[in-house]
């Protein structure tokens, strides 16, 4: 296991600025994702840590050593791509044994290396075909096998589950996360997928234009967002207007809430960032509100709501109690009560954060 410190890091392609004082650790053993939209900054920071790509500036050290001047191969890192890399004339077995017969490694030392990754990776039965005769999801886990077989210092993960089917990428991602527990292998796993990165990782790093905007466990930058951006990027969200109330609480859709205020001045117009999953809607005759649309998703129902003062809404209820809800009802929209503190952006800070990312956006899903 290995501890991985970037210390401000910032690299440059021509005119565009790739990573920007990126500064981030990851303990020994740890799984951190590293999520963002495409052009944040996270494969670079990926690149510069496996050495192919030099930083214009900062450092990066792995249990203290600085890698600077380190060449790619005496780095024992392991990796694993998108578009899998295997060699095609060899076979399952053969790609898992590369690494190691590379480093001349005697064969009576690599072979129950080999024996063990196939097992691990429910490849046995697959060891003898080559590239072209496996499914995706079986190349992959050759892939993965090959990585770990050298017992790398560091895996690194680039978008390795983005080519996949859904079903085939939901179960080699628990797969991953069960070979790095049982190795206790220290991995940087980048995505731009949400669900991923919240599913699998001890902790996420949310970027944005080459910065960390926010380090956490899935569950904490899930539910306490430390800005815009990642309350945005990270699930959906309901921008509702909120009004200051007494004791620092504010006033959101009639109830009055905790909230966590940003960049607000007393008496300007704010707004509460609300989750789906966060509102309860009732069928009301004289509503204003009116449901325009309603997704069955399984256990959940997911509603679209107009309301004259909120604009669009989404609204997520378990489907039993969604039963009776159909498109054109009018109801009426409340905050949950058992809700936690709500983000509240003041005027400002909604000015900034609509035009860096492209204009107003009341409900936002990054997927």
């Not at 993965?144 to 939901?170: F, I």
């Not at 704010?270 to 509100?289: C, F, G, M, T, Y």
């Not at 004259?308 to 159909?326: E, K, P, R, W, Y």
């Amino acid at each position: 296991m290995a501890a991985v410190e970037f210390t401000n890091v910032r690299k440059s392609f021509g005119g565009t600025l790739a990573l920007e004082d990126f500064s981030m650790t990851i303990e020994a053993g740890e799984l951190v994702c590293l999520l963002g939209p495409s052009g944040c900054g996270k494969t670079t920071a990926l690149r510069i840590l496996a050495g192919f790509e030099v930083p214009d500036a900062g450092s990066v050290r792995v249990d203290g050593q600085d890698l600077a001047g380190v060449r790619v191969e005496r780095r024992n890192f392991g990796m694993v791509f998108q578009d899998y890399s295997l060699f095609p004339n060899m076979t399952a077995r053969q790609n898992i044994a590369y690494g190691m017969r590379a480093r001349r490694m005697p064969r009576p030392q690599w072979m129950p290396v080999v024996e063990r990754m196939l097992e691990m990776t429910d490849l046995g039965p697959h060891a003898h075909k080559y590239p072209h005769q496996l499914s995706g999801g079986q190349k992959q886990r050759v892939a993965l096998a090959r990585a770990l077989a050298t017992s790398p210092r560091v895996l690194l993960l680039d978008e390795p589950l983005s080519a996949l089917d859904a079903k085939v990428r939901e179960a080699l991602r628990d797969e991953i996360r069960r070979l790095q527990r049982d190795l206790g292998i220290t991995t940087i796993f980048v995505t731009h997928d949400q669900h991923e990165a919240l599913a699998i990782c001890d902790r996420v790093a949310v970027m944005s234009n080459g910065r960390v905007e926010q380090v956490s466990t899935p569950r904490e930058l899930y539910q306490r967002p430390a800005n815009a951006f990642v309350a945005d990027f990270v699930g959906s969200m309901n921008r509702v207007p909120a009004a200051a109330a007494p004791a620092g609480r504010w006033v959101v859709l009639g109830s009055i809430v905790d909230g966590l205020s940003i960049g607000g001045d007393p008496g300007d117009p704010s707004v509460a960032l609300v989750r789906p999953e966060q509102l309860l809607i009732h069928s009301e005759p004289q509503a204003s509100a009116a449901v325009t649309a309603l997704w069955f998703l399984g256990p959940i129902t997911r509603a679209s709501v107009a309301d004259s003062n909120c604009g669009t809404l989404t609204v997520d209820m378990l489907s039993d109690a969604a039963a009776g809800i159909v498109v054109g009802d009018r109801v009426s929209i409340a905050v949950r009560d058992d809700v936690g503190p709500l983000l509240i952006l003041g005027s400002a800070v909604m000015r900034s954060h609509d035009r860096s990312s492209g204009g107003g956006r009341v409900n936002v899903e990054a997927g």
